[in-house]
């Protein structure tokens, strides 16, 4: 992780509710978007949503100042070390095409789709593994390892 994306070990509730709310959004403009056939605004709002997602993560973790690309993908990469799934870091990359194609327009209208169908699934599993890291998080602090339980 780069020296500005540590974490401060403060997990702010009503940060990672910002981020879900503006990802929710981004997702319904995605979805406008897509209706009116503006692929390249609609895949920068995709994209948008895609960080929104991963930045909730980080919020939860107490990592709040994720800035750029490459502070995103270091804790992308940081988290798929930690859980030994390199899949996380592999569609984070490839779904960075979406943000490109805003620039390029590089995504044909007939593979958009599955551009589609790939972000909603990356952020189905961010929001997942969130709440599934923040749950183990939770019961580590209700039940410390050192401290006996009767």
Do not use: C
Not at 10 to 31: C, D, I, K, M
Not at 40 to 47: C, D, F, G, H
């Amino acid at each position: 992780m780069t020296e500005r994306a540590k974490s401060s070990g403060f997990h702010n509730p009503s940060l990672v509710e910002s981020y879900n709310s503006t990802g929710r959004q981004y997702l319904s403009n995605a979805l406008e978007l897509l209706g009116k056939r503006e692929l390249r605004k609609a895949s920068e709002m995709l994209w948008g949503a895609v960080v929104q997602s991963i930045k909730a993560l980080a919020a939860s973790r107490g990592i709040t100042n994720l800035y750029g690309l490459g502070e995103l993908h270091g804790f992308v990469r940081e988290l798929a070390k930690e859980l030994g799934d390199d899949s996380l870091r592999r569609d984070f990359r490839e779904l960075r095409a979406l943000h490109t194609n805003f620039y390029d327009e590089n995504i044909f209208e007939e593979d958009f789709p599955d551009y589609y169908t790939r972000a909603i699934g990356f952020i189905d599993r961010i929001d997942k593994l969130r709440t599934a890291l923040s749950n183990a998080a939770t019961t580590q602090q209700n039940h410390p390892k050192d401290v006996p339980s009767e």
